[in-house]
């Protein structure tokens, strides 16, 4: 089993529409860390947001918005109002100890790639 | 601020060959971490250093290895290149703690084994 699952391989929408990332992970860890990552087609990973376990609190910045949800181990993304600058792929991920020590390792989902059409 | 830089950006090997490949971290980042991202896989982790050690490893063959120098810049190579190991090598660096905050990457050395 994936530990992070991103279901939607492809979304495409149309420029001003509002469009949610959605993003599945699994862990046996109790302190663990979210990321969503952005990635351009120049290659670089760009941070989007960190989320550690026991901040559920949810999280707005411009047009992008964090919906974290224990229950259902799921950190999902929306954006709001896309724009063609969007157009990128986003990956979410988890870092986790694992053995419950200091070394963490970080495990990406496949990403979904965003295509915002003008 | 200098972001993290790696070199080559890209490079053509053949099956057999060994390669290195070099990421230069932000100054003061003492923690650089090394991914392989392909269509097939997507983005796996390949290995993290910390003040020149180990920390941790992903689950790649020991064909791939890494270390990492006093001034925190880092090196990874692949010996005896596969058709599989065409890539690109993501780096990233962050100032302490190991993969529990942001990370600064790297554009990526893109690595064609012919």
């Known amino acids: 089993a994936q530990k992070v699952t991103q279901a939607q391989t492809e979304i495409s929408v149309v420029e001003k529409e509002d469009v949610t990332l959605d993003c599945v992970y699994e862990?046996?860890?109790?302190?663990?860390?979210l990321f969503w990552y952005k990635q351009p087609p120049s290659g670089e990973l760009v941070f989007l947001i960190r989320?550690?376990?026991?901040?559920?609190q949810n999280e707005i910045s411009g047009r992008y918005s964090w919906n974290f949800q224990k229950s259902t181990s799921s950190f999902n993304f929306t954006i709001t109002a896309s724009q063609v600058v969007d157009s990128a792929v986003y990956f979410c991920?988890?870092?986790?100890?694992?053995?419950?020590?200091?070394?963490?390792?970080?495990?990406f989902g496949k990403g979904t790639l965003l295509t915002v059409n003008p | 601020k200098a972001g993290v830089t790696q070199t080559p950006r890209y490079l053509i090997k053949t099956r057999g060959q060994q390669v290195t490949l070099s990421c230069s971290p932000i100054?003061?980042?003492?923690?650089v971490s090394w991914y392989q991202q392909t269509p097939g896989q997507g983005l796996q982790f390949l290995f993290e250093?910390?003040?020149?050690?180990?920390?941790n490893k992903g689950n790649f063959p020991g064909r791939f290895s890494g270390r990492q120098f006093s001034n925190s810049r880092s090196e990874m190579n692949v010996s005896t290149l596969e058709l599989g190991d065409s890539a690109l090598y993501l780096c990233?660096?962050?100032?302490?703690?190991?993969?529990?905050?942001?990370?600064?990457f790297g554009e990526g050395s893109r690595l064609t084994v012919l």
């Open positions: 990233a660096s962050s100032p302490g703690q190991p993969i529990t905050g942001e990370l600064f």
């Open positions: 862990t046996r860890d109790t302190t663990y860390y």
């Open positions: 989320r550690n376990s026991f901040d559920e």
């Open positions: 991920a988890l870092s986790e100890s694992e053995s419950g020590g200091s070394n963490y390792k970080l495990t």
């Open positions: 100054s003061g980042h003492r923690s």
């Open positions: 250093y910390f003040s020149e050690t180990q920390r």
